[in-house]
């Protein structure tokens, strides 16, 4: 029995990996490309929460019989939402502070501030959630005491599906070299006549785009309030620089590291004694190697 349980919380503990790999891999294509640190990524993923809670309850109302594939339209659409809020927050804000990352911390930190009070304002302080789709309620019975819910399987081959577009997308398109070539060599990549500003704003939209298809993924397993977003940005951030600043791969291994061994640590301790023995394996993790797991390689002369 207690084995059951115990594979039961790695399997939960791979599907919140999952979500945090959707919000690290954002964090770091933006962190890698432009050295920004979003403070307000968390939020970020919060508006795509809330963007599938909106969804369902717009089909619900219009169209009632179509509700239980609501959550499927507020996929793309949270996409949406997040990549346009993160190019507005790009255009307004961050393109103004560029080579400033004190100045930039503290401004999408106050970006953070502003977007928790809208959320509160527009949908309230109590926490709100999404009804999980009657496809994805029942659970795979692999043993007698073992079932693994469909929502936390989806969610699992859901990320798999993001991470494989990302790559997809990053090696195989042009706009895709380009983001590369500007995260290897930004003097060089502008001397080839690579627009270098439309390129950071459109890696911004793309992460924070990312992180809204975390939020919506999220909102299946929790609930969402204002501040859902502040419990998973210190995690994705550690994700980023453990796995390697700009290494999208680093981002993978990271995160369903971090994810598993918290899980685990939970499992055998508490979730607060969890959290701090993964900051202690970290720290001692980044004493050994201080540029993480994949550290990035730059084209750049020293």
Same mark, same amino acid.
């Given at each position: 029995?207690?084995?059951?349980?115990?594979?039961?919380?790695?399997f939960?503990?791979?599907?919140s990996?999952s /979500?945090?790999l959707?919000?690290?891999?954002?964090l770091?294509?933006?962190?890698?490309?432009m050295g920004? /640190?979003?403070?307000?990524?968390g939020? /970020?993923?919060?508006?795509g929460?809330?963007?599938?809670?909106?969804?369902?309850?717009?089909?619900? &109302?219009?169209?009632?019989?179509?509700?239980?594939?609501?959550?499927?339209?507020?996929?793309?659409?949270?996409?949406?939402?997040a990549?346009?809020?993160?190019?507005?927050?790009?255009?307004t804000? +961050?393109?103004?502070?560029? !080579?400033?990352?004190?100045?930039?911390?503290?401004a999408?930190?106050?970006v953070?501030?502003?977007?928790?009070?809208?959320?509160?304002?527009?949908f309230?302080?109590?926490?709100?959630?999404?009804?999980?789709?009657t496809?994805?309620?029942?659970?795979? &019975?692999?043993?007698?005491?073992?079932?693994?819910?469909?929502v936390?399987?989806?969610i699992?081959?859901?990320?798999?599906?993001?991470?494989?577009?990302?790559?997809?997308?990053?090696?195989?398109?042009?706009?895709?070299?380009?983001?590369?070539?500007?995260?290897?060599?930004?003097?060089?990549?502008?001397?080839?006549?690579?627009a270098t500003?439309?390129?950071?704003?459109?890696?911004f939209a793309?992460?924070c785009?990312?992180?809204?298809l975390?939020?919506?993924?999220?909102?299946? /397993?929790?609930?969402i309030g204002?501040?859902?977003?502040?419990?998973?940005?210190?995690?994705?951030?550690?994700?980023?620089?453990? !796995?390697?600043?700009?290494?999208v791969?680093?981002?993978?291994?990271?995160?369903?590291? +971090? !994810?598993?061994?918290?899980?685990?640590f939970?499992?055998?301790?508490?979730?607060t004694?969890g959290?701090?023995?993964?900051?202690v394996?970290?720290?001692?993790?980044?004493?050994?190697?201080?540029a993480?797991?994949?550290?990035?390689?730059?084209?750049?002369?020293?």
């Open positions: 029995m207690d084995g059951a349980i115990f594979v039961s919380q790695l939960n503990g791979l599907s990996a /979500i945090l959707l919000m690290a891999l954002g770091a294509i933006i962190f890698g490309l920004v /640190i979003n403070m307000a990524h939020e /970020i993923m919060t508006a929460a809330y963007t599938a809670y909106i969804v369902e309850g717009a089909v619900t &109302h219009w169209a009632p019989a179509l509700s239980t594939y609501a959550f499927l339209a507020a996929l793309p659409l949270s996409f949406l939402v990549a346009v809020l993160g190019l507005i927050v790009e255009l804000v +961050i393109r103004h502070l560029y !080579g400033r990352p004190l100045e930039t911390l503290l999408t930190w106050g953070s501030l502003i977007m928790q009070q809208g959320f509160r304002s527009i309230g302080s109590n926490n709100v959630s999404v009804t999980t789709p496809w994805l309620r029942s659970a795979w &019975h692999v043993t007698t005491n073992l079932d693994l819910p469909y936390r399987i989806f699992l081959v859901f990320a798999a599906v993001v991470v494989g577009g990302v790559f997809a997308y990053l090696y195989r398109t042009r706009s895709g070299l380009e983001i590369r070539a500007v995260m290897q060599n930004r003097d060089m990549a502008a001397c080839l006549g690579v500003r439309k390129i950071d704003a459109l890696t793309l992460g785009g990312l992180a809204g975390a939020g919506c993924a999220l909102a299946l /397993i929790g609930p204002p501040t859902t977003g502040q419990a998973y940005i210190v995690d994705s951030f550690m994700v980023v620089v453990t !796995g390697g600043v700009g290494k791969i680093g981002a993978v291994v990271g995160a369903f590291a +971090i !994810g598993e061994l918290q899980s685990t939970e499992f055998f301790t508490s979730a004694a959290k701090v023995l993964i900051f394996l970290i720290i001692i993790f980044l004493n050994i190697r201080p993480g797991i994949f550290p990035s390689r730059s084209r750049s002369l020293d």
